[in-house]
């Protein structure tokens, strides 16, 4: 699998502005110069596209299994064991009680194999599901408009779902830009999550 690229060269990480308007209902697209971010992500207002993909420990993890129970924060991620992708992940674990509860389940998909996730998560200790999106390869963030066809691996993208499956908010970064978790803080307040 590739190397995670980092930041990319030449100047800061165009990450989105946190801030009071960083809940607001509305797409956020952060293409990186090295990583172009796929066209059309799922639109907020819109149904979410139904997916069900196998968790790290081999069961079976359906978005419309959470309807009508609680909301959902999708966060798609390129490869397990890269930098950026642990950073991310890491932090969300380390405030899984904001993410994981009884109104919102955190949910992590990637396009790496079901093995792969397994070993990520128990070396991490991770305690929220990590999905593969590994096959038909990389149907979930294709479905989502995060899929990058040229690298064969999802984008950062990130969707807060609501209980009757409609998205939101969502932010997309590109493969090297991180993710602000104060930015889903705000939009889980501002969706009353």
Known sequence: MPPDPGPPAGGPSPNPPS???AGAATAALVPSARSPVPSAPAAVGEPAPDFTLT???GQTVSL?????????????YPYAFSRVCGSELQAIHDSVEDFQN??????????????SLRAYADEAGFGFPLL?????????????????????????GTFLID?????RWTVV??????????D???ALAAAGV
């Open 55 to 57: 968790d790290q420990h």
């Open 184 to 186: 889903y803080r705000a």
């Open 102 to 115: 009884e109104r919102v389940q955190v949910l992590a998909a990637s396009c790496d194999a079901l093995y």
């Open 64 to 76: 419309a299994g959470f309807r009508g129970e609680r909301a959902v924060l999708l966060v798609f």
């Open 173 to 182: 970064n590109g493969l090297a830009d991180a993710r602000s978790l104060d």
């Open 163 to 167: 209980r009757a499956g409609v998205v």
């Open 132 to 156: 593969a999106d590994h096959w038909p390869h990389g149907a979930a963030a294709r479905a989502y408009g995060v899929f990058d066809e040229q690298r064969g691996c999802a984008v950062r």
């Open 19 to 21: 801030g009071s308007d």
